[in-house]
């Protein structure tokens, strides 16, 4: 059931494998983080999946819902309209370097006094200016028969289907489905599949899987084929990013988890 709410929550939650948020919007901006686990972002423009290297900016009066994989320590961080650090005005993708990770989560201690608070959401807003922002997402498509040929890819991975083979299945020309996918998405089909398949490595590794497992079942014909471009896409291998995405959550305030 979708939801309106005036003002964007600056919380910690920690969630479940499974769990979901449904789909809302604030009057507010919100910065969504995930300190371990992984979150799925969803959004009309597309699906955003971060960890703990990145968090989603989501501008007032996005209509968005979440998805959580594997435990994940959930932070938000709301920011009036008047105090946004961030100047887009669709949702997007920023790096989360060490300290802003720290920020982010003392950000959303509620047991700070006000004045500790305010001088690290001081620092945290500094921080956002200045930190890079990352085109990861997976963009929703509107035409019907893209649409139809994302449904198939993603529905079974471990398929390597052919670009004609594609076009063919959902009633379009080879050339016209390529068009398609450089027109809406900004990327070749191929270069669409790594991403696609990466996001869903991300997703089993966080759930446990090993490496080999999410190599075969991504799609990927060897495991050292995967972890090559998991590394390069993600700036780590899926090894360390499993570890990472499992890291316990205990240091986290008691009182802020719910």
Known sequence: MSRISQFAPTVTELRAAGDRIERHRHDEHQLVYVSTGVIAVSTSAGRWVASAERAVWLPAGTWHAHRFYGASAFHAVGFAIGDAPLADREPTVVAVSPLLRELLVACTDET????????????????????????????????SRLAAACELVTADLETPWPLAALAARVGAGERTLSRLFREEFGMTYPQWRTRV??????????????????????????????????????????????????????????????
């Open 112 to 143: 700070l006094p006000a004045p500790e608070a305010r001088r690290i959401r001081a620092v945290l807003r500094d921080q956002l200016r200045r930190t890079r922002q990352e085109p990861i997402m997976l963009p929703a498509a509107t035409d």
């Open 197 to 258: 398949r990466v996001f869903e490595a991300m997703v089993l590794l966080s759930g446990g899987a090993t490496v080999t497992e999410t190599a075969h079942r991504c799609g990927w014909s060897t495991t050292s084929s995967f972890i090559d471009t998991f590394q390069r896409s993600m700036g780590r291998t899926p090894g360390a990013y499993r570890v990472a995405s499992s890291v316990s959550a205990d240091y986290l305030p008691r009182s802020n988890l719910r």
